[in-house]
């Protein structure tokens, strides 16, 4: 099953996604969420307006690499989500999505969430206007494509109607396109279960409502889950990243530089006790994936974390023969 998550910026759409996995995973159904920041094309690639980059514009996100990814997981996932500001934007993506989401606030909790979202440093009023009217555009959801749910980004989920929901399209899919699953698999979701062999049968695992709303729902009012807070600033030395996570402590943080990138995350666990016979209890939640520049040095770059102000320093210098290099190359003859 593959299901498309859009929603304005602060809507709550990555609260909504991790819910679900979590949800399939309590079913013993693999289940993974795939954010739509993390397909954006090359800076480079991307257009340009009023002199900055244009994040708000379909043209801004690969949506071929996307849907080459999703293509290659349905073969070994059994549920596979996709968030983001723009997941209704390419027709193909579209086609591949079996339901939807759609979170929805209000224009005014929009621009109050904005105002306090400063992971990518301060941004200019003009760019937030241009968020709302690119969204406007680009980002509602097609109207002849069933099945949908709207759900309202300002309240706490009702995680009851949204299974209830997400069963009722488990059965269009079934009834309206021979849905079948490997043979290996039962597809669960509450009580409605299909295989090849069988009709029905119950869920193998089930989990309590107060522990299946656990990832922070309550804080969904403030813009989905507790958001981390993440700045960036430059200085003589290099760059200086400050990450700020409600309920981390130091040993809670894990970070990596993968080749350009600079991976900043913690890890959660699936359940609150360790189901018979799984071994995967954990997984990542990204803090921060930042591109790293080529004048730094990745070799020295060092991470403390301040008890005085609970928040995870890290400091990345400059490599100074790469600083402000140029070098004319003649034409040889």
Not at 33 to 62: M, N
Not at 269 to 274: G, I, K, M, Q, V
């Amino acid at each position: 099953m593959i299901v498309g998550i859009g929603g304005r910026s602060r809507s709550g759409k990555t609260t909504l996604a991790e819910a679900l996995v979590w949800h399939e995973r309590t079913q013993n159904n693999r289940a993974i969420a795939l954010h739509q920041d993390d397909f954006v094309k090359r800076i480079y690639d991307i257009p340009l307006i009023q002199g900055e980059i244009d994040w708000e514009t379909p043209a801004s996100i690969d949506f071929e690499s996307l849907k080459k990814t999703i293509s290659f997981l349905k073969t070994d996932f059994d549920f596979i989500v996709v968030e983001g500001f723009l997941p209704f934007a390419d027709a193909e993506l579209n086609a591949m999505y079996d339901g939807r989401f759609f979170t929805t606030i209000s224009e005014e909790t929009f621009r109050l969430r904005k105002a306090t979202d400063d992971r990518w440093g301060e941004i200019p009023a003009w760019y937030i206007n241009h968020i709302w009217e690119s969204f406007q555009k680009y980002g509602q959801p097609p109207t002849d494509l069933p099945p949908l749910m709207e759900v309202n980004g300002e309240k706490p989920y009702n995680m009851d109607e949204i299974l209830t929901f997400m069963q009722s399209f488990a059965k269009y899919l079934y009834f309206n396109r021979q849905f079948v699953t490997k043979d290996s698999m039962v597809y669960c979701f509450g009580d409605y279960c299909k295989t090849s062999q069988t009709n029905a049968m119950k869920s193998k695992i089930h989990i309590p409502q107060d522990i299946l709303t656990a990832i922070d729902f309550a804080n969904t009012t403030n813009g989905g889950m507790t958001e981390p807070v993440l700045n960036v600033a430059k200085g003589q030395d290099g760059y200086l990243v400050r990450v700020k996570a409600a309920g981390l402590e130091a040993d809670n943080f894990q970070i990596e530089v993968i080749e350009n990138r600079l991976w900043i995350y913690h890890l959660i666990n699936l359940f609150a006790e360790r189901p018979e016979g799984l071994d995967n209890t954990q997984a990542a939640r990204t803090l921060g994936n930042l591109f790293l520049p080529n004048d730094i040095s990745a070799e020295e770059i060092v991470a403390r974390y301040d008890d005085n102000f609970q928040e995870l320093n890290i400091q990345i210098p400059y490599n100074q023969s790469k600083r402000n290099f140029r070098r004319h190359i003649d034409v040889e003859k």
